[in-house]
């Protein structure tokens, strides 16, 4: 089943911040985070392990909750290089190996206006 | 920087037509993949492999096969090509370790009519 992502889709202007998120209904190993812009493929943000870890990418940052299987992307004074659509993709927490098999939700899309 | 190739960025194709797609990693990762990308729908895996020969379903792999004769190659066939595979496919491919995103390729436009 596909994570849920919200909002679907957020409007910003030049130096305001949002948040994305991305709830799962199955307990997570890890979660992936990805920006994909109009015409071009997906590239990878970070990527967030189960433990609560928060991590960070220029003015982007990630959180991961574990134990409510939610993470959320922080996006702070943004620019207009961010826009494009977001995507996060979840591991299942499975107990064997899943060859870090990716399940994507549906995506988030960011505009930034000047 | 690893780089992910898919060979063509469209295609047009007839119904019922057998497709092939063919994507080719340079950075020896054992991991490939393929999705297919629908608005509203987020990315589908339809394939995975995580080694030549080895393959498993995703969560759409009806109407798809795939092979991997060898280790940099990943091909998808659309055994009977029909409307509803009109789409964008995606492939991409992630070394080992948990730390590793993945690096997708441009993506086919593929539209069967």
């Known amino acids: 089943q596909q994570p849920v992502q919200s909002p679907q889709a957020v409007i910003l202007r030049e130096g305001e911040d949002a948040v994305i998120n991305c709830s799962s209904s199955k307990a997570l190993y890890s979660v992936h985070w990805y920006r994909q812009k109009h015409g071009e493929a997906p590239v990878f943000l970070m990527i967030l392990l189960k433990g609560g870890e928060q991590k960070g990418h220029e003015k982007i940052s990630a959180s991961f909750n574990e134990k409510k299987q939610q993470s959320s992307l922080y996006l702070t004074a943004s620019q207009l290089s961010y826009s494009g659509t977001y995507f996060c993709?979840?591991?299942?927490?499975?107990?064997?190996?899943?060859?870090?098999?990716?399940?994507f939700g549906q995506g988030t899309i960011l505009t930034v206006h000047p | 920087d690893v780089k992910v190739t898919q060979s063509s960025r469209y295609l047009v194709k007839r119904t019922g037509e057998k497709v092939f797609l063919e994507c080719v990693q340079d950075m020896d990762h054992e991991n490939m993949f393929w999705y297919r990308q629908d608005p509203g729908l987020g990315l589908r895996l339809i394939y995975f492999s995580y080694d030549v020969k080895m393959k498993e379903k995703g969560d759409i792999p009806e109407g798809y096969s795939v092979s991997r004769e060898k280790k940099e190659r990943f091909s998808l066939i659309l055994e009977s090509a029909s409307t509803n595979q009109t789409s964008m496919y995606l492939c991409?491919?992630?070394?080992?370790?948990?730390?590793?995103?993945?690096?997708f390729g441009s993506g086919t436009r593929l539209t069967v009519v």
């Open positions: 991409a491919s992630r070394g080992g370790g948990a730390m590793r995103g993945y690096t």
């Open positions: 993709g979840t591991v299942p927490n499975a107990g064997g190996t899943s060859y870090g098999k990716l399940t």
